[in-house]
């Protein structure tokens, strides 16, 4: 029997990594994305030219789930908010989306039951990261015990879903390290959060994702309106 795997796929640098990652584990790729109104919704267009890439388009799922949106209460879903620009520092930024991550992975269960998978990748990370709750490794284990509690395939087989986090260990120069190990398409990723034709070089995911280039030594190949340090 096939080994499936459900990927949350943002489109961004960690969860394309993630793809990588899956397929070099033996898994046939099952992509699931997220519209959530998002300032910078271009994500989903490169979440599609990856799922492509890796030649899974036809199994790639773009859920919408808008209402987090409607919800508001992040700088990435309210335009009314400033995106930060001041580099990641102490407490929880207003780029945190309330409860994504809880929405993503039991919308990613559902995925993951309809077809068979026995994994879910996601490419969270407790290091280079923007003090997100729902990163955390304590999250990610209480989230794996519930959804085997709430699905037919964890009260039915002793078959448990898993959910893999490869990265959450890695600063983002060792994630870019592997990916590139990979052959990871970067080009066809996208990490800003304003969600311009070019990456604006300023807001902390930007930040994270230029350095961790630079630890590899090697240029970042998409475009940026400015590169800082």
């Known amino acids: 029997m096939s080994k499936k795997a ?4 943002s489109g961004g640098l960690d969860s394309t990594t993630c793809m990588g990652i899956a397929l070099a584990e033996g898994y046939e790729l099952y992509p699931i994305t997220f519209h959530y109104n998002q300032r910078h919704d271009k994500e989903v267009e490169h979440a599609r030219k990856v799922a492509a890439h890796y030649g899974v388009a036809e199994r790639h799922k773009v859920v919408d789930v808008s ?30 989306v309330p409860a994504r991550n809880l ?15 026995q ?12 003090g997100y709750p729902d990163c955390r490794p304590e999250f990610i284990k209480s989230m794996e015990e519930t959804i085997n509690l709430a699905t037919k395939l964890g009260v039915t087989s002793d078959a448990k879903l898993r959910i893999a986090t490869p990265l959450i260990s890695l600063t983002k120069g060792e994630i870019i390290a592997r990916g590139l190990e990979l052959g990871v398409p970067y080009e066809l990723t996208t990490s800003c959060y ?21 630890e590899n030594g090697v240029q970042d190949p998409i475009p940026y309106k400015t590169k800082i340090g």
Do not use: H
């Not at 304003?194 to 630079?214: I, P, V, Y």
């Open 6 to 9: 459900v990927i949350v796929l």
């Open 67 to 96: 209402f987090l949106g409607q919800i508001g209460g992040s700088s990435l879903t309210d335009t009314a908010m400033e995106v930060p620009t001041e580099g990641v520092g102490e407490g929880i930024p207003s780029t945190y």
């Open 103 to 117: 929405i993503f992975l039991s919308l990613a269960t559902a995925y993951a039951e309809v077809i068979g998978a």
């Open 119 to 130: 994994v879910l990748y996601t490419g969270v990370t407790a290091v280079d990261y923007s």
């Open 194 to 214: 304003q969600g311009e034709a070019e990456a604006c070089g300023e807001c902390d995911s930007c930040l994270l994702r230029l350095k961790g280039f630079k």
